[in-house]
Structures are given as C-alpha cells and as structure tokens.
C-alpha cells in the first residue's frame, strides 16, 4: 500500500502564491508517477498536473504558466507551486500516484490518492 500525505493548503488572496506538498510513504517503487487534481464544490475532480519519474510534467491548459509541479525522489515528495492565483482556483488539492504518468494526464486516472488538502483564493 502506498499513502499519501498533502500539506500546505490554505486561505492566500487573488494573485498570491502557495506551494502544496505531498509526501508518499509505503510501497512507493509503485508510484513513479506523481500528479495533482482538483474539485471544486458541485463539479468533477480536474487534472492539474503531472510529473514523471524522470521530470517529464504534464499540465492542464488552465494552470499553464502558473503552476509548477516538481519532485524531489529522495525525499518521496512532489511539490505544487502555484502562482498568480484567482479566485477560480479554489478547491480541494488531491495528490495521485500511480505506476504511469500517461494515467494521471491521459486517463485522469490514479492508483493511489491522498486525502486533499483546502485551497482556497480570496477575491
């Protein structure tokens, strides 16, 4: 089994910034691919973004050149940098694991996911 851990989610007004964290612990030679979604109240869960084991992101068109996503393997964590945010951003952050990255951007799809953590952007 394979259990994540996000942190850093919080209350950050229009235009600031806010980096999220996500620790993996467990089974993690099964994670070798990293992503972050998002649901909004009343809609679908949303990709954000992905990273695989070699670096290569993936990233939905709405956070292009806002967010970064990055990892760091010998800690286990991936990490969402998010700025210039608005209002729209509000969510709750989940963090996703799975084997392969062409699930978490391809299929929005993931083995594993962590239990969110509240974003929320202040107009």
């Known amino acids: 089994q394979v259990k994540l851990v996000e942190s850093g989610g919080k209350l950050v007004q229009t235009g600031g910034s806010l980096r999220l964290s996500c620790a993996a612990s467990?089974?993690?030679?099964?994670?070798?691919?990293r992503g972050w979604f998002r649901q909004a109240p009343g809609k679908e869960r949303d990709f954000v973004a992905a990273i695989s084991w070699g670096g290569s992101t993936y990233y939905a068109d709405s956070v292009k050149g806002r967010f970064t996503i990055s990892r760091d393997n010998a800690k286990n964590t991936v990490y969402l940098q998010m700025n210039s945010l608005k209002p729209e951003d509000t969510a709750v952050y989940y963090c996703?694991?799975?084997?392969?990255?062409?699930?978490?951007?391809?299929?929005?799809?993931?083995?594993?996911w962590g239990q969110g953590t509240q974003v929320t952007v202040s107009s």
């Open positions: 467990g089974r993690t030679f099964s994670t070798n691919a």
């Open positions: 996703a694991a799975d084997p392969a990255v062409r699930n978490l951007y391809g299929n929005r799809s993931a083995n594993y």
